[in-house]
């Protein structure tokens, strides 16, 4: 499990959060541009030091201000997709997913393995700049996969495609905690990726949750009618 009590000021905003993550499965921080989404996800990462708090993954301390624990990002262990694929262009798709290997140590999880799960097996010796932006994306996520991390960090990794290429990469997303059993926390301002994805939804807003559960009961609440501005 996840175990997130976190402040943080950022200029004129206060975030503080409290939250946890089942062991497996996807937890979706959602909520409008400025609800403290991404910062979130950054502190759970260690890009960002909260101010305050305890961040815990199954009994390990990532995070705790009253003892002085800080692990730095390296040693988190944390797998992180970011909005853009990030990938080296001068590389290729082989070299982008065996990047993040850790040398001299036996892997768990073999290559064969992540390009079967993901369904790029055929794009190995193409260079990024050859790629559709699901398949970069898909790339990454294989990345980040393969330096085996103990959870999965997303922010908006769908935010830059289409529809068609969104419908296309959510199955791949959704196999990862079954795979790996590893929690992941998504990020999204979509009411439909929240649905498609969540098996529990963390609501934010403000800096503040406001609502917190398994998908089925925190999903109805939602007024997605009204639509959401692009996260920042």
Not at 104 to 118: C, H, M, N, Q, Y
Not at 161 to 170: S, Y
Not at 176 to 205: C, N, Q, R, S
């Amino acid at each position: 499990m996840l175990e997130v009590n976190v402040t943080k000021k950022l200029g004129t905003t206060l975030i503080n959060v409290s939250f946890e993550a089942p062991e497996k499965g996807i937890t979706v921080l959602y909520g409008h541009s400025g609800a403290g989404k991404t910062s979130v996800i950054n502190m759970l990462s260690g890009l960002l030091k909260p101010d305050k708090g305890r961040i815990c993954l199954n009994g390990n301390v990532l995070f705790d201000s009253a003892k002085k624990i800080n692990t730095p990002v390296h040693k988190r262990k944390a797998g992180y997709i970011f909005q853009d694929k990030r990938l080296f262009p001068f590389m290729s798709v082989r070299k982008n997913l065996l990047f993040g290997r850790k040398r001299g140590i036996s892997p768990k999880v073999r290559l064969e393995d992540i390009t079967a799960l993901l369904g790029i097996s055929d794009l190995l010796d193409r260079k990024p700049d050859f790629l559709s932006g699901g398949e970069g994306q898909r790339i990454a996520i294989g990345r980040a996969l393969l330096a085996e991390p103990d959870f999965l960090l997303m922010d908006e990794p769908m935010s830059s495609l289409d529809q068609d290429r969104k419908n296309e990469l959510i199955p791949y997303i959704r196999k990862i905690p079954e795979k790996f059993g590893i929690p992941v926390v998504l990020v999204t301002h979509a009411y439909e990726e929240a649905a498609a994805l969540a098996d529990h939804v963390v609501l934010l807003d403000g800096g503040r949750v406001t609502g917190n559960g398994k998908s089925k009961m925190i999903l109805p609440r939602i007024n997605y009618a009204a639509p959401l501005s692009p996260a920042q």
